[in-house]
């Protein structure tokens, strides 16, 4: 069974939860942002609300490539923490 670590945030350091006002002012590429952000869906907020999973379940890289397979896997959203220090972040989205 993996071990899974939990992790703390740095009391010392400053969350940057998004983008402010004038941060992107003077980049060439400040005219692509859009600010305006569709709301969360549902299933991703369980997902989160249900905290980490075990890492068995979440694909690895390796296994990247199925993906492609028919059909939805057991863990298509959710997030697991790993021994290392990694996080793996799984998240079934719709692309219109």
């Known amino acids: 069974m993996t071990e899974v670590r939990q992790l703390r945030p740095d009391p010392a350091r400053r969350p940057h939860l998004g ?6 002012d003077g980049n060439w590429y400040a005219k692509y942002w ?9 299933h991703i907020k369980e997902a989160i609300g249900l ?13 990247a490539a199925t993906l492609s397979g028919t059909g939805y896997g057991e863990f298509e959203n959710g997030y ?12 079934l989205t719709h692309m219109p």
């Open 51 to 63: 905290g980490p999973r075990p890492p068995p379940l979440c694909l690895s890289p390796d296994s």
């Open 19 to 24: 983008m402010h006002a004038g941060e992107l």
């Open 80 to 91: 697991s923490l790993f021994g290392d220090g990694t996080m793996h972040i799984a998240t």
């Open 34 to 42: 859009n600010p305006v952000m569709a709301p969360m869906p549902e």
